[in-house]
């Protein structure tokens, strides 16, 4: 079993940016490929991008290139996700979450979830 909790969210003007951290807890999280995604109110759950378990590894949405960055510190079992230049587009929810599949695709391949954290930002 594998715990997330996320923190980080609050609100932001345009323009501005945010560090997100999740915090892992549990089985060996360094095994674990970790991703970030975000809900919009109405809106489906998005990928954002992930970073594979040794680090070496990341993978983004093409949308979401060039404005967010993932890295982890496995040492301290945390991932992070950088967010630049926020517009009001990006409000939503965001979760991480983890899976110890090498290639998660979707959503359904990721086994364990934070409970999320608001990002707001105001125009």
């Known amino acids: 079993q594998v715990q997330l909790v996320e923190s980080g969210g609050g609100l932001v003007q345009t323009g501005g940016s945010l560090r997100l951290s999740c915090a892992a807890s549990?089985?060996?999280?360094?095994?674990?490929?970790l991703g970030w995604f975000r809900q919009a109110p109405g809106k489906e759950r998005d990928f954002i991008a992930r970073?594979?378990?040794?680090?070496?590894?990341?993978y983004y949405a093409d949308s979401m290139k060039g404005r967010f960055v993932i890295s982890r510190d496995n040492a301290k079992n945390t991932v992070y996700l950088q967010m630049n230049s926020l517009n009001p587009e990006d409000t939503a929810v965001y979760y991480c979450?983890?899976?110890?599949?090498?290639?998660?695709?979707?959503?359904?391949?990721?086994?364990?979830w934070g409970q999320g954290t608001q990002v707001t930002v105001s125009s």
């Open positions: 979450a983890a899976t110890g599949n090498i290639y998660p695709t979707t959503t359904y391949d990721y086994n364990y």
């Open positions: 549990g089985r060996t999280v360094s095994m674990y490929t």
């Open positions: 970073v594979s378990a040794s680090r070496n590894s990341t």
